[in-house]
């Protein structure tokens, strides 16, 4: 198991910036990822990056937002520019496999909210 702590959601307006990082602790992590969830909606994938900085995002983030993450530190990170109200949700970071799916994720943090203003 990984003890992830997330951290950096807020109220930003459309067309705004934030970034979200995600402090990890425990064992080593192959991959980590950021899902989010949208009041009424379900979980849905947003990012995901493996050890050796291989990423994949969700083509309605892509080109917007950029997953990084400082193993030396054991944090990940989600830089999210021109924001929209849609992007308005939970956001949580998990450590498991290199997937798309929450399934395939083991640990999860206590998720932090995100609203985009219009």
């Known amino acids: 198991q990984v003890h992830l702590v997330e951290s950096g959601g807020g109220l930003v307006q459309a067309g705004g910036s934030l970034r979200l990082s995600c402090a990890a602790s425990g064992r080593s992590t192959y991959a980590m990822g950021w899902f989010r969830q949208a009041p009424g909606k379900e979980r849905e994938f947003v990012a995901v990056i493996s050890w050796n900085a291989m990423t994949y995002y969700a083509d309605s983030v892509k080109g917007r937002f950029t997953i990084s993450r400082d193993n030396a530190k054991k944090t990940m990170y989600l830089q999210m520019s021109s924001l929209k109200p849609e992007d308005t949700a939970v956001y949580y970071c998990?450590?498991?496999?290199?997937?798309?799916?929450?399934?395939?994720?083991?640990?999860w943090g206590q998720g932090t909210q995100v609203t985009v203003s219009s």
């Open positions: 998990a450590a498991g496999s290199l997937s798309t799916r929450g399934a395939d994720f083991d640990s």
